[in-house]
């Protein structure tokens, strides 16, 4: 973070610009997605009722020496979450 100035954020995802600007190579992202129940923060920030049912999906970015470069955690309303895959499969 402090080798970074704010005129480096040339992109909206974070993890490119530390990738270009630091020389970082991004190896892998691991996604995990989990059902979970709006908290009362949540819930205000949501604009949803406390309980409401959320999905949340952590995104932990690491390079190519597995090493943690960006952390993202996201929660959305269950109403409007949407999990889509497209895996590639060689030799199939």
Same mark, same amino acid.
């Given at each position: =973070?402090? %080798?970074?100035?704010?005129?480096? #954020?040339?992109?909206? *995802?974070? #993890?490119?610009?530390?990738? &270009?600007?630091?020389?970082?190579? +991004?190896?892998?992202?691991?996604?995990?997605? &989990? /059902?979970? +129940?709006?908290?009362?923060? %949540?819930? &205000?920030? *949501? =604009?949803?009722?406390? =309980?409401? @049912?959320? !999905?949340?999906?952590? !995104?932990?970015? *690491?390079?190519? &020496?597995?090493?943690? +470069?960006?952390?993202?955690?996201?929660?959305? @309303?269950?109403?409007? #979450?949407?999990?889509?895959?497209?895996? @590639? *499969?060689? =030799? /199939?």
């Amino acid at each position: =973070g402090s %080798q970074l100035s704010i005129e480096d #954020f040339t992109d909206v *995802l974070i #993890f490119k610009n530390v990738s &270009r600007c630091l020389g970082i190579k +991004i190896e892998r992202v691991l996604v995990t997605a &989990r /059902a979970e +129940i709006a908290n009362k923060t %949540q819930a &205000r920030s *949501l =604009g949803t009722k406390l =309980g409401s @049912p959320m !999905m949340s999906t952590e !995104m932990v970015y *690491l390079t190519d &020496r597995q090493t943690t +470069i960006e952390v993202t955690i996201t929660n959305t @309303p269950s109403e409007h #979450f949407v999990l889509s895959y497209d895996v @590639p *499969l060689d =030799g /199939a």
